[in-house]
């Protein structure tokens, strides 16, 4: 199994910064790829960027292009998400996940951090 602890959530500003982090331990060597998602409240889960390790690609979801950068670090076992010029729509909880060989997609999750900004 994969474990992710989540850290860096808080409540700033709209236009200021966050920086969430994961930390992934366990069968890291299984994992190809690592996200985050977001969910607000009466919303359903939804994807926000993730980072493959086949030739680093990464995805952005189109609310968040241009804003928020996904990078890895730690011999590929943790993951930042840099958020800037942030929204009072980016208010959410926001999952960090591991996409590992032989593991039911979408993979394992992390407990969440809380990220509000204030209008």
């Known amino acids: 199994q994969v474990q992710l602890v989540e850290s860096g959530g808080g409540l700033v500003q709209a236009g200021g910064s966050l920086r969430l982090s994961c930390a992934a331990s366990?069968?890291?060597?299984?994992?190809?790829?690592m996200g985050w998602f977001r969910q607000a409240p009466g919303k359903e889960r939804e994807p926000v960027a993730r980072?493959?390790?086949?030739?680093?690609?990464?995805y952005y979801a189109d609310s968040v292009k241009g804003r928020f950068t996904i990078r890895r670090e730690y011999a590929n076992t943790t993951v930042y998400l840099q958020m800037n010029s942030l929204k009072p729509e980016d208010t959410a909880v926001y999952y960090c996940?591991?996409?590992?060989?032989?593991?039911?997609?979408?993979?394992?999750w992390g407990q969440g951090t809380q990220v509000t900004v204030s209008s």
């Open positions: 996940n591991a996409e590992c060989r032989g593991v039911t997609s979408p993979g394992y």
């Open positions: 366990g069968r890291t060597s299984s994992m190809y790829a």
């Open positions: 980072l493959s390790w086949s030739g680093g690609s990464t």
